[in-house]
């Protein structure tokens, strides 16, 4: 029953953040009954701009209009209320817990916790082909079937207007196939679904209407029916798309590390890691590519001291640093850019210049022998401050109050501190914007030239093939393949990846 | 900026204010109820104190800030120490112990009790550091375990190898020469506050000379506040675990040391349960940080002090003020998270206020 009355209107929306702009200008009209694709980069304002629609975030500027109604959302309560549910990309499930009881969590009052529930979930299955039995354990279910359950948990409390966010990024193809029916019988229901994704295949899909979002604020929308890809893409990045290309190769002939048959096995006895060699020169960079899980993390942590080799040796210069401690590897110049910068990379409540003292307690000029240099330590935090452009209130904010971008310029501006000799680095620009990945790859490619050795690993092809002299394929914790970026294309490398080829 | 500061000061001092507000509508409450008097109650307890009476509470201050300083050390890094009471027990029943056999005199021998009171602490605490870190004992179990540990201990010696004295058992008594009593601020019979009250304020300073200038207590602070990033820094989890355990301990050895040299003499009768538990209360109230300890520990023992007079001026039982104390806990972690939540909306509100006439310029 799709109706003249637009599910959802949003007009204006603005929100700010310390040193960023995270939504500006926000306008997004969800027609009744329609899959609507918001599309764009990390960083670009999608999140954001679902949680201030979800009521996690309040705006500070626009509007809300849902079914006609404008409507001041204060919390995700009163935006269920208001009909609008939401399925976050981890998911929010009990798994000691059986369906109907996941289903029926704090929302008792709806249909009790007994046979009312179970009714009305086994009909909410039945309409939307979900295939839920209420009395299994979540533990049993696989992931699609777990994202079905959340997206009938947000139906259940009665929201006619549903946010997806990228629901697609866990699933294997078929599953993908399966989710878009699901979606198409809950729109013919009269339904509307907002699809948050960075896959232009499939938003071209699935989606009814397209908006494109770019650096906090909506730049165009696009009819599926006629756009193509590559003008999805230039309206997602722009014109000004920064290149990550190096230019000539800075390659020494000094091995700064080297790894020799690198295995290492986890308590259960099977492989993470089997028989890793690799160089790392003076003034190269070497790419790690490989689809997440394949052993990238337990690679950096073993180089880092975090993990011990159960076989090998990792040398670093001329030294065998293979069961050195974390401390030693940085206090001996190694820096390291994590990749999850809220868990291994920073601590969010503490300032930014306690920040700085992170990872270098034992390095001047934060410390002078046992003390902390305080005004040392300060000093060089307005400097990275200012050289790398971080954008904050000053060196007193909490960390927690910066942006994603801004706090990953303070880590890399951090790492490169105190001349290193080698930079580990984990998806250094991932869930940043535009312009500081630029900055980032910026700052790359000059310690390089200074003759740093990088270890990249990436998720973001352009990313590797721009930035790298050579690139190594990880699958199943084994190196598959060497490529040359200068000739190697996306395709080849994500070939590699999955095992298509083995070069 | 100066206005900035009057107000986070004045929003730090909102969430105790709040919690002890609370515990007095929740004691007068409770008062009413079992049928007293909450105006003879209120009128008994901020009735100013008595000469001796204060006396008393300094000295009860010192000794409940050391041990808050001790459990403040274990939270500050993430660990739950739980046995504050036990590390103490044992501690000074084998520092008495050793100063009752007067292998050294005078203030060697002072110095000496209480280098083994610490060493005793820290090894107890250090046994629950070592389950820790070797086998996954979580602390909050261990140590609960190792306090009726120590205490059976503690009754087993004395009862074998104590002076027996009528129905009482206790160390053998120190020498008059290793007493170091204290000062008298009002007449003799007031009674003095222990020389080794200072005992405290060296504990206060030291612990934040400790967390805020040395590199160590960046590392403990860094560990409490986010294991991961500590230990991809490069600190080792582990040893962090030890040493800090071990310091608690060795800081909560101390607690009983002053009253030990000023007046009790001997372990026995005259010593003080329940010092631990207390630390640990006000250890939440101050938030862990030095100066809201002090005052925390003014509080309770003022409390605990002044609760004495109930006996005499009205029917109420001197173990209200437990209530009094557990409230004013409670009440402050809980008004500590909702004025937290506020404070960060109204600062996002700022922040944004702040930066939207230079939306214009940047777009």
């Known amino acids: 029953m799709p109706s003249a009355v637009d599910a959802v209107q949003l007009r204006g929306i603005g929100k700010r953040f310390p040193g960023v702009i995270a939504n500006q200008d926000v306008d997004v009209t969800i027609r009744s009954g329609t899959v609507h694709a918001l599309i764009g980069e990390n960083g670009a304002g999608k999140s954001t701009l679902m949680k201030i629609l979800y009521g996690v975030q309040r705006p500070d500027d626009g509007t809300i209009t849902i079914e006609g109604k404008g409507v001041v959302l204060k919390s995700p309560t009163e935006a269920i209320e208001a009909g609008v549910g939401m399925v976050f990309q981890h998911f929010m499930l009990a798994d000691n817990l059986t369906v109907l009881e996941n289903m029926v969590l704090g929302a008792e009052k709806l249909h009790g916790i007994g046979d009312g529930a179970r009714t009305e979930i086994r009909r909410i299955s039945d309409r939307f082909g979900f295939d839920l039995d209420p009395d299994v354990l979540v533990e049993k279910l696989g992931v699609a079937a777990r994202q079905r359950l959340e997206i009938a948990k947000v139906l259940y409390r009665g929201a006619r207007i549903i946010i997806l966010d990228e629901p697609t990024a866990v699933l294997v193809p078929q599953e993908v196939e399966a989710l878009f029916v699901n979606l198409r019988e809950l729109t013919a229901a009269g339904n509307s679904v907002l699809f948050i994704s960075h896959k232009l295949d499939e938003v071209l899909d699935i989606a009814d209407d397209i908006t494109v979002m770019r650096r906090g604020t909506t730049v165009g929308t696009a009819d599926p029916r006629t756009?193509?890809?590559?003008?999805?893409?230039?309206?997602?990045?722009?014109?000004?798309?920064?290149?990550?290309?190096?230019?000539?190769?800075?390659?020494?002939?000094?091995?700064?590390?080297?790894?020799?048959?690198?295995?290492?096995?986890?308590?259960?006895?099977?492989?993470?890691?089997?028989?890793?060699?690799?160089?790392?020169?003076?003034?190269?960079?070497?790419?790690?590519?490989?689809?997440?899980?394949?052993?990238?993390?337990?690679?950096?942590?073993?180089?880092?001291?975090?993990?011990?080799?159960?076989?090998?040796?990792?040398?670093?210069?001329?030294?065998?640093?293979?069961?050195?401690?974390?401390?030693?590897?940085?206090?001996?110049?190694?820096?390291?850019?994590p990749e999850d910068r809220h868990r291994h990379g920073l601590l969010l409540e503490a300032p930014l210049w306690e920040n700085r003292i992170l990872g270098h307690q034992t390095k001047a000029p934060s410390v002078k022998g046992p003390w902390i240099n305080r005004k040392g330590a300060r000093q060089d935090t307005e400097r990275i401050v200012r050289d790398y452009d971080v954008r904050a209130p000053g060196i007193d904010t909490p960390v927690r109050a910066?942006?994603?971008?801004?706090?990953?310029?303070?880590?890399?501006?951090?790492?490169?501190?105190?001349?290193?000799?080698?930079?580990?680095?984990?998806?250094?620009?991932?869930?940043?914007?535009?312009?500081?990945?630029?900055?980032?790859?910026?700052?790359?490619?000059?310690?390089?030239?200074?003759?740093?050795?990088?270890?990249?690993?990436?998720?973001?092809?352009?990313?590797?093939?721009?930035?790298?002299?050579?690139?190594?394929?990880?699958?199943?914790?084994?190196?598959v393949?060497?490529?040359?970026?200068?000739?190697?294309?996306?395709?080849?490398?994500?070939?590699?990846?999955?095992?298509?080829?083995?070069? | 900026m100066s206005r900035l500061d009057v107000r986070s000061i004045g929003m730090s001092l909102l969430a105790p204010a709040i919690a002890i507000l609370l515990s007095i509508v929740v004691t007068t409450i409770v008062i009413a109820a079992v049928g007293s008097s909450p105006g003879d109650f209120w009128s008994t307890m901020f009735e100013v104190p008595k000469p001796r009476l204060r006396v008393d509470i300094v000295n009860q201050t010192a000794m409940i800030y050391i041990a808050a300083v001790a459990a403040a050390i274990g939270f500050r890094m993430g660990l739950f120490n739980i046995g504050l009471e036990g590390q103490?027990?044992?501690?000074?029943?084998?520092?008495?112990?050793?100063?009752?056999?007067?292998?050294?005199?005078?203030?060697?021998?002072?110095?000496?009790?209480?280098?083994?009171?610490?060493?005793?602490?820290?090894?107890?605490?250090?046994?629950?550091?070592?389950?820790?870190?070797?086998?996954?004992?979580?602390?909050?179990?261990?140590?609960?375990?190792?306090?009726?540990?120590?205490?059976?201990?503690?009754?087993?010696?004395?009862?074998?190898?104590?002076?027996?004295?009528?129905?009482?058992?206790?160390?053998?008594?120190?020498?008059?020469?290793?007493?170091?009593?204290?000062?008298?601020?009002?007449?003799?019979?007031?009674?003095?506050?222990?020389?080794?009250?200072?005992?405290?304020?060296?504990?206060?300073?030291?612990f934040w000379v400790l967390l805020n200038k040395t590199r160590f207590g960046f590392d403990l602070r860094a560990s409490g506040q986010s294991e991961s990033a500590a230990l991809a820094s490069g600190i080792n989890p582990k040893r962090m675990i030890l040493i800090s355990m071990m310091l608690s301990g060795g800081v909560a050895g101390l607690i009983w040391m002053p009253a030990f040299f000023g007046g009790a003499r001997n372990y026995g009768t005259s010593f003080q349960v329940g010092l631990g538990f207390l630390g640990i209360a006000v250890a939440l109230l101050g938030r862990n940080r030095p100066v809201g300890m002090l005052f925390g520990a003014l509080l309770f023992a003022f409390l605990s002090v002044k609760s004495n007079d109930l006996t005499f001026g009205t029917d109420v039982s001197p173990s209200i003020v437990q209530i009094t104390q557990g409230v004013a806990v409670l009440a402050v972690v809980v008004t500590y998270e909702v004025v937290r939540r506020w404070r960060t909306r109204l600062e996002q509100r700022a922040v944004s206020r702040e930066l939207a006439p230079t939306t214009e310029a940047t777009a």
């Not at chain 2, 389950?131 to 201990?153: D, K, P």
């Not at chain 2, 074998?160 to 053998?172: A, D, M």
């Open chain 2, 88 to 206: 103490y027990t044992l501690a000074s029943f084998a520092a008495a112990s050793f100063a009752g056999a007067a292998y050294l005199s005078g203030w060697a021998n002072v110095f000496a009790a209480i280098i083994v009171a610490m060493a005793v602490g820290a090894i107890w605490a250090g046994i629950a550091g070592v389950l820790r870190t070797t086998r996954g004992v979580s602390e909050v179990i261990s140590t609960i375990m190792l306090n009726s540990i120590a205490i059976t201990l503690v009754g087993y010696f004395l009862n074998n190898y104590g002076v027996k004295e009528g129905n009482s058992v206790h160390t053998k008594n120190i020498e008059p020469g290793t007493s170091v009593g204290g000062f008298a601020p009002f007449e003799d019979r007031d009674g003095e506050i222990w020389t080794l009250a200072i005992i405290a304020v060296l504990v206060g300073v030291g």
């Open chain 1, 481 to 503: 393949g060497t490529f040359d970026p200068a000739q190697v294309t996306p395709q080849d490398l994500g070939a590699a990846m999955t095992g298509g080829e083995a070069a």
């Open chain 1, 402 to 479: 910066l942006s994603g971008g801004n706090q990953q310029k303070l880590i890399v501006g951090r790492e490169m501190s105190g001349d290193p000799v080698l930079l580990i680095a984990s998806h250094p620009t991932r869930g940043v914007d535009v312009g500081a990945q630029a900055a980032i790859w910026g700052h790359i490619k000059h310690a390089r030239r200074a003759g740093l050795a990088v270890l990249l690993v990436s998720a973001d092809l352009d990313e590797l093939i721009g930035l790298s002299d050579t690139i190594q394929v990880i699958l199943r914790g084994r190196f």
């Open chain 1, 227 to 337: 756009a193509t890809k590559h003008e999805l893409a230039e309206l997602m990045v722009g014109s000004e798309l920064p290149s990550p290309e190096t230019a000539e190769s800075t390659v020494t002939e000094t091995v700064e590390l080297s790894l020799q048959d690198i295995t290492l096995t986890d308590e259960f006895g099977r492989d993470l890691l089997s028989g890793l060699s690799l160089n790392i020169r003076r003034g190269e960079v070497l790419g790690i590519a490989g689809v997440e899980g394949n052993g990238q993390s337990e690679l950096v942590e073993t180089i880092m001291g975090m993990r011990i080799p159960t076989s090998g040796r990792i040398m670093l210069g001329d030294q065998d640093v293979t069961h050195w401690h974390t401390r030693q590897l940085r206090e001996a110049g190694i820096g390291y850019v």
